[in-house]
């Protein structure tokens, strides 16, 4: 047996222990009247004859060499114990556990959209929260006096004049347009503002992810069939879709699109208001005016374009049912995601 690795077996075994009963088991198991080094001193006679004088001494001096370690050991856990008692800790008591932190469910939503617009080619661009009213609405074919304005309440900033927060990410489109040439495929995340009493269902800052597409001969079907592979990603693969005509500024033809209730699966419940379906976003065709804004040539480019509120989406996903709870930073609520 070789003495240097029983040796080096008791080093590790004692450099685990923290408490003066497990080091009485280590001292048992070697030291003990049945321990090891008893065992292998009972072993001697065995030997034969030329062997034993060497074992023998090999053996002593392992006793001696872990009667010292074991000693030195009490004294570490004597003088841990007094640190710990002159700072009040019990060190018997069980640890506070960290529980690891986790990403916002709107982060976790907006990277899910984006990791699936970035798998068919779209690339995230962001832009600012302060806006110029170009960007907001001129660019996006809203004129300044038209009623259209109405249905984007918007913040404005009193000291910088002309600039307010963004009332949606569609300004971006504006200045993706202006700064890069087609094809263009691009979709923007980001917080929007509006003025809006607090309810279950408004916040005056909310999340939108917007996107837009523009090559030559890019068309309706192009924006259904894009759109359907994000809704089927998002909500499974037995989700349906449907177009609703609608008006936007900025496109033309524009639509709203519904997805089937996802609770009732298009039956009717209360969620859906009996309709068994359930509005998520706007798109459209990009209009041919906001492309004469940002000096594209309408008769060689079509494009798409589609905006969609980020808690909206999450809410639906994961059935929550008061957009308050993403910002009152609830711990019982954040830790669910
Ligand atoms: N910006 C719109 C809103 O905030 C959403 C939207 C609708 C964006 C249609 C689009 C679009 O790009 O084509 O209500």
């Known amino acids: 047996m070789d003495i240097n690795l029983i040796q080096e077996k008791i080093e590790n075994e004692l450099a685990g222990v923290i408490s003066p009963q497990a080091l009485e088991e280590v001292r048992v198991k070697y030291l003990g009247r049945k321990g090891l080094i008893a065992e292998l001193t009972g072993s001697i006679p065995m030997l034969p004859i030329d062997k034993r004088g060497g074992f023998g001494k090999e053996v002593n001096a392992l006793k001696i060499k872990v009667l010292?370690?074991?000693?030195?050991?009490?004294?570490?856990?004597?003088?841990?114990?007094?640190?710990?008692?002159?700072?009040?800790?019990?060190?018997?008591?069980?640890?506070?556990?960290?529980?690891p932190g986790s990403l916002h469910p709107i982060t976790h939503i907006i990277d899910e959209i984006c990791t699936i617009f970035n798998r068919m080619g779209f690339s995230v661009l962001e832009g600012p929260e302060v806006e110029t009213e170009y960007n907001n609405f001129t660019g996006l074919n809203i004129p300044l006096d038209h009623p259209s304005r109405d249905a984007f309440d918007t913040f404005y900033l009193k000291k910088y004049a002309k600039s307010l927060l963004r009332s949606h990410t569609s300004p971006v489109q504006v200045r993706a347009m202006k700064t890069a040439k087609p094809p263009l495929a691009i979709i923007v995340p980001g917080r929007v503002y509006r003025p809006d009493a607090v309810d279950a269902s408004h916040l005056f800052m909310f999340h939108q992810i917007e996107?837009?597409?523009?090559?030559?001969?890019?068309?309706?079907?192009?924006?259904?069939?894009?759109?359907?592979?994000?809704?089927?990603?998002?909500?499974?693969?037995?989700?349906?879709?449907?177009?609703?005509?609608?008006f936007f500024p900025f496109t033309e033809p524009s639509a709203e699109v519904d997805i089937s209730c996802i609770i009732c699966c298009g039956k009717g419940c209360s969620v859906c208001g009996r309709k068994g379906w359930l509005e998520i976003l706007g798109a459209g065709m990009i209009h041919p005016n906001v492309f004469k804004h940002v000096g594209y040539d309408a008769k060689k480019y079509t494009g798409f374009a589609f905006g969609m509120g980020i808690e909206r989406i999450a809410m639906l996903k994961y059935g929550i049912n008061d957009i308050r709870l993403f910002f009152e930073n609830d711990l019982r609520f954040l830790k669910q995601f």
Request: charged residues 35%; aromatic residues 6%.
């Open 68 to 99: 010292n370690l074991i000693e030195e050991k009490e004294r570490s856990l004597k003088n841990q114990d007094s640190a710990a008692k002159k700072n009040n800790i019990d060190i018997g008591m069980p640890g506070i556990a960290q529980r």
């Open 211 to 246: 996107g837009i597409l523009v090559d030559r001969n890019i068309k309706f079907s192009d924006l259904k069939g894009t759109l359907e592979m994000f809704t089927k990603n998002v909500f499974g693969k037995d989700i349906k879709m449907r177009f609703r005509p609608h």
